[in-house]
């Protein structure tokens, strides 16, 4: 943001020495002439202008010598001083590029600076010396270093954003125009900000005024389209505001389906929860998917509304198998959580005074003579691959698994469980001779994770090892409505 004028004001009417440091184009000689000029100054008649870096310290500061003779006809050197500067009327300097000027320039600006004279001759009515510099830090510029003494002989030292100046823009062009092309602005990378300086954004607006070609004022690497685009339909943000006031989904479909407007859109949507609500299912499905890995207000907005929308849903299905292995993860953990909360509410799983309650989901039988290890070598040797197979092994699992399994047993038979259950799909896992496998599931769980440990639960489904598990219950749960729990709601 630029220096407000009354700043400037308070700066001149106090007689501070001001130093305004900024980039190219930021408008700080406008901003020091201007305020001059407020105070009824004129140019070269009461405040002077000097160029520093095409200075000459004598013949514009000092004076030029020159040969002269006395009364006496004795002849010496005296000095010729510049009439604008000596006339006595002068109130204010203004050095522009003060630090491209020479040193033997900036020498004699400083007796101007602490004295308010050049070789001992006083100025009276002088005010103050005002510059303006580039600033050194930055390598775009050719300038040289300054004194510390020097500058700290200016008691106000400020620092211009590299920014365009909304007000002078407005004053200048319009709200409309002016909203619409510094949204264009802002949303440069740093490398063409460099090249289109605020100053050169108010000389492409000039030629747009007059009915020119901004092509010809901005360069091509600067998407000049989006720019026209922008001023002939307006301030994108303005626009925004106007759709969702009106909830007009068909205008806004059709206003989003330009790609420099949607470019333009994105941060002023994610930026508030009632435009994301809006206009984010309004987007084109392939655009969501690489904005959530972008974004992470659009992931966490479409993770906590994909119930309430079949668009976040499909979305959010598909990422569990898509490329990025950053977002599969993210959706996982949204999956599992989900899918946690809905399996404890189902399932008794929550407290110890339930876990008599898992043997009433399945028909769990007296451990034979043979033991479960036995059972589960012969059901090893099944041939995962054919659908009946699968079927039968989890009926037989079911059927005839001991009350009584130890701690290493129920880990035996949940691996079991869990390749049958990751190598088959949905339809298969929907079969009515299966409705128990989550009850079968819950009680394997129990006996590795004890009543005592419950709190531990999150760890154990968070873990790698059951990661592909908990995706596939994830997915037959939450997705696809398991018939299971339909069964056991009626209970």
């Known amino acids: 943001m630029s220096i407000r004028p009354e700043t400037l004001d308070w700066w001149f009417n106090t007689n501070k020495n001001v130093m305004l440091i900024g980039r190219h184009g930021v408008g700080k000689t406008a901003m020091i002439k201007s305020c001059f000029e407020r ?113 700290d002989r200016f008691q106000i030292v400020k620092e211009i954003p590299y920014a365009c100046d909304r007000d002078f823009f407005i004053s200048k062009f319009g709200e409309d125009v002016t909203s619409a092309s510094l949204e264009w602005w802002d949303d440069l990378p740093e490398t063409e900000k460099n090249l289109v300086s605020p100053r050169r954004l108010e000389y492409a607006l000039d030629e747009f005024v007059l009915g020119g070609n901004l092509r010809d004022i901005l360069p091509a690497s600067c998407n000049v389209t989006k720019l026209l685009q922008s001023l002939k339909t307006g301030s994108v943000q303005k626009k925004l505001e106007s759709l969702h006031r009106d909830q007009n989904v068909s205008e806004s479909k059709l206003f989003l389906a330009n790609e420099n407007n949607t470019n333009a859109a994105f941060p002023h949507i994610i930026a508030e929860e009632k435009y994301m609500s809006f206009f984010l299912p309004l987007f084109h499905k392939e655009k969501l998917v690489s904005s959530m890995s972008v974004f ?58 339930t876990t008599a309650e898992f043997t009433t989901f399945i028909p769990v039988a007296q451990r034979s003579k043979d ?19 699968k079927i039968e092994s989890l009926a037989i699992l079911q059927s005839e698994l001991p009350k009584d399994l130890s701690k290493e047993e129920a880990e035996s038979v949940l691996v079991f469980c869990s390749k049958v259950i990751e190598s088959s799909s949905k339809n298969t896992l929907s079969n009515t001779s299966l409705f128990s496998v989550f009850g079968m599931i819950n009680f394997l769980i129990d006996k590795l994770v004890p009543s005592s440990s419950y709190s531990n639960l999150n760890e154990f489904w968070l873990h790698p090892k059951q990661k592909v598990l908990a995706k596939k219950l994830t997915e037959l749960a939450l997705l696809e409505k398991v018939r299971y729990y339909k069964e056991k709601e009626a209970i």
């Open 39 to 151: 105070h009824g100054l004129k140019h070269n008649e009461t405040y002077l202008y000097f160029s520093a870096s095409t200075l000459d310290p004598w013949v514009d500061l000092i004076g030029c010598p020159k040969e002269v003779k006395d009364e006496d006809g004795r002849v010496y050197l005296d000095i010729v001083r510049p009439k604008s500067l000596y006339q006595g009327k002068i109130v204010a300097i203004f050095f522009d590029e003060f630090n491209r000027s020479p040193k033997k320039v900036r020498n004699a600006v400083m007796e101007l600076l602490q004295f308010k004279s050049i070789n001992g001759f006083k100025f009276p009515d002088l005010k103050c010396v005002w510059t303006a510099v580039n600033p050194e830090k930055d390598d775009l510029y050719d300038v040289e270093k300054i004194d510390p003494a020097q500058q």
């Open 296 to 353: 992470d207000k659009i992931f966490d907005h479409i993770a906590n509304e994909y119930e309430n929308n079949p668009i976040y849903e499909t979305i959010l299905r598909e990422g569990l198998t898509g490329p990025n292995h950053v977002i599969r993860a993210k959706i996982q953990k949204v999956f599992a959580k989900k899918y946690k909360q809905q399996f404890k509410s189902i399932s008794p799983v929550a407290t110890a005074e």
């Open 371 to 389: 033991g479960t290890f036995d059972l589960l070598t012969k059901l090893h040797l099944t041939d995962y691959r054919v659908i009946d197979k």
